[in-house]
C-alpha cells in the first residue's frame, strides 16, 4: 500500500484549485477540505449575526461559537461544509459572502482559529487542501505543494460562468472587481498572504483541460509516493 502525503494547493482566485483538489481526493482516495469554505463560513456566520469584524472582542466571542465540519455526501462523492451542523455548502458561494471573506480572512483571530483546525484535520495525512497559504503557513512540511495559476481573462470568464447560473443579473465588470480586489488583499495582508511556497511546483491551468491539470498532479503525487 503507497505511503499517504499531504498535498496542498494554493494559488490565486478561479485558478481551478477546488476543482483539482477534489480530482485528486476522488482518484487517490483522500479526504478533501476546501480551506476556502471554512473561511466563506465564518464570514457567513458574522454576516448573519451582524458582528463588527473590527471589533476584536466580537470577533474572538463569535468564533467561540462557531462549529466548523466537513460530512462526505455520497450522491455529490463531495465533502460539503456545515456551519454549527447546518449544510452551508451553497450558501456561502453567494457574492455577498465573496465580496467580504478576504476581509474576515485577513484577520489573526480568525486565520488561527482556521489553521488550527486545518493542522488537525492533517494529522493522519492522506489530505489533499487547497487556499491561500497552506503549503506556507498551515503545511509547509507537506510532501507536495501545488501553486496554481491561470491567465486573468480566463479566470474572470470562469468565475462569471460559476455566479452566472445563480445570479443571471450578474456583470462580467463586477467579477472582474471583485477578483481584483480579492487578489489585491490575498497578496497585501499582513496575516499570512498569498504566496508561492519556495519548494511550490506551478500549474499554469490557462490551456489545460481538468483532465490534463489531473494528469499532471498525478505525476507528480507518484514521483513524491514512489
Given amino acids: 500500500m503507497a505511503k499517504k502525503i499531504i498535498i496542498t494547493i494554493d494559488g490565486w482566485s478561479s485558478c481551478g484549485k477546488?476543482?483539482?483538489a477534489r480530482q485528486l481526493a476522488r482518484e487517490l482516495g483522500y479526504v478533501y477540505v476546501d480551506?476556502?469554505?471554512?473561511y466563506r463560513a465564518i464570514t457567513l456566520y458574522f454576516l448573519r449575526n451582524h458582528i463588527d469584524w473590527t471589533d476584536?472582542?466580537?470577533v474572538?466571542?463569535?468564533l467561540e461559537q462557531i462549529v466548523l465540519d466537513?460530512?462526505?455526501n455520497t450522491k455529490t462523492e463531495t465533502s460539503e461544509i456545515f456551519l454549527n451542523d447546518e449544510n452551508v455548502e451553497y450558501v456561502i458561494r453567494d457574492l455577498v459572502v465573496a465580496e467580504k471573506?478576504?476581509?474576515v480572512a485577513a484577520i489573526k483571530e480568525v486565520r488561527e482559529f482556521a489553521v488550527a483546525q486545518q493542522q488537525a484535520l492533517g494529522?493522519?495525512?492522506?489530505?489533499?487542501?487547497?487556499g491561500r497559504d497552506i503549503g506556507t503557513v498551515v503545511f509547509p512540511n507537506a510532501e507536495l505543494k501545488i501553486f496554481m495559476t491561470a491567465d486573468n481573462a480566463v479566470r474572470v470568464e470562469r468565475r462569471f460562468r460559476e455566479l452566472f447560473e445563480k445570479n443571471p443579473n450578474i456583470t462580467i465588470e463586477e467579477v472582474k472587481n471583485n477578483l481584483e480586489m480579492r487578489d489585491y488583499i490575498d497578496s497585501h495582508r499582513e496575516v499570512s498572504p498569498l504566496r508561492q511556497a519556495d519548494d511550490a511546483l506551478v500549474l499554469d491551468n490557462t490551456n489545460l483541460t481538468p483532465e490534463q491539470q489531473l494528469q499532471k498532479a498525478l505525476a507528480w503525487v507518484g514521483e513524491r509516493v514512489a
Avoid at 123 to 130: E, W
Fill in 123 to 130: 494529522k493522519k495525512k492522506g489530505i489533499v487542501m487547497d
Fill in 56 to 58: 476584536q472582542k466580537q
Fill in 101 to 103: 471573506v478576504s476581509d
Fill in 60 to 62: 474572538k466571542e463569535a
Fill in 35 to 38: 480551506s476556502g469554505a471554512m
Fill in 18 to 20: 477546488s476543482t483539482l
Fill in 70 to 72: 466537513f460530512h462526505f
